[in-house]
């Protein structure tokens, strides 16, 4: 059983396209997140929701909107690719993101190519 | 702010020889959560090991252990043996629901 599953594994679109990523963890977990990962493997935060609720949007352009359905999903919808927005992006849920004690549980990541 | 800073892009160690990797952070929390995790080349991301900032002890899972010290905002990555499946990206983070990564460390381990 995986624990965090994110669909699709590959995604090749071309810019101006509209694009969805899709995210589910089976852990019971309250945390979900969306980390984008860049070529050079820098990690960054884009957004956290604790029970379905925005805690984080950490300054991403607004042709990325996240949403969670339930406290299990979190999508990641993306409006008018650019190919600046080829990278990993990467879905992780935590126990309670409240808690710093909380590790985070990771997909295996999306590879978005912009073309 | 939080800020997680990985100082070394590269490392390179033999078999079965220990390494440390270096990791700072800067917080005015007064409780915080550091974590390493694992990047093999396969590209999933896999938790290694956590340190509490009350803890006194230093962390330890297995052949992974943490050497925290405090007053210097380190909290350093050992790993004892090395193996060459350890050879990956290796990440500091900072935890919370703003959790924080270092720019990560190449560790390569040579047979």
């Known amino acids: 059983d995986t624990a965090v599953s994110q669909t699709p594994k590959y995604l090749v679109t071309q810019m101006g396209n509209d694009k969805s990523i899709k995210c589910e963890q089976n852990?019971?977990?309250?945390?979900m997140y969306w980390y984008k990962q860049d070529s050079k493997k820098f990690l960054k935060i884009m957004f956290s929701y604790n029970n379905k609720e925005l805690i984080i949007n950490e300054t991403v352009p607004n042709r990325f909107s996240p949403k969670s359905p339930d406290k299990a999903h979190l999508n990641l919808h993306i409006n008018s690719l650019e190919l600046g927005d080829s990278a990993v992006y990467f879905c992780?849920?935590?126990?309670?993101?409240?808690?710093?004690?909380?590790?985070?549980?990771f997909g295996n990541g999306t590879r978005l190519t912009v073309t | 702010a939080q800020k997680i800073t990985q100082t070394q892009p590269g490392m390179f160690v033999q078999e079965k020889e220990a390494v440390t990797l270096d990791c700072t952070y800067d917080t005015s929390d007064p409780s915080y959560g550091l974590f390493w995790y694992k990047q093999p080349s396969s590209g999933e991301m896999i938790f290694l090991i956590y340190q509490g900032s009350y803890d006194q002890q230093n962390a330890t899972e297995g052949r992974y252990s943490l050497n925290f010290q405090k007053a210097r905002k380190s909290a350093n990555l050992v790993i004892s043996a090395s193996q060459l499946g350890d050879s990956a990206m290796y990440f500091c983070?900072?935890?919370?629901?703003?959790?924080?990564f270092g720019a990560g460390t190449r560790l390569f381990v040579k047979a």
């Open positions: 992780a849920s935590s126990q309670d993101g409240i808690n710093w004690d909380s590790p985070l549980h």
């Open positions: 852990l019971g977990h309250d945390t």
């Open positions: 983070a900072i935890g919370g629901f703003k959790t924080i």
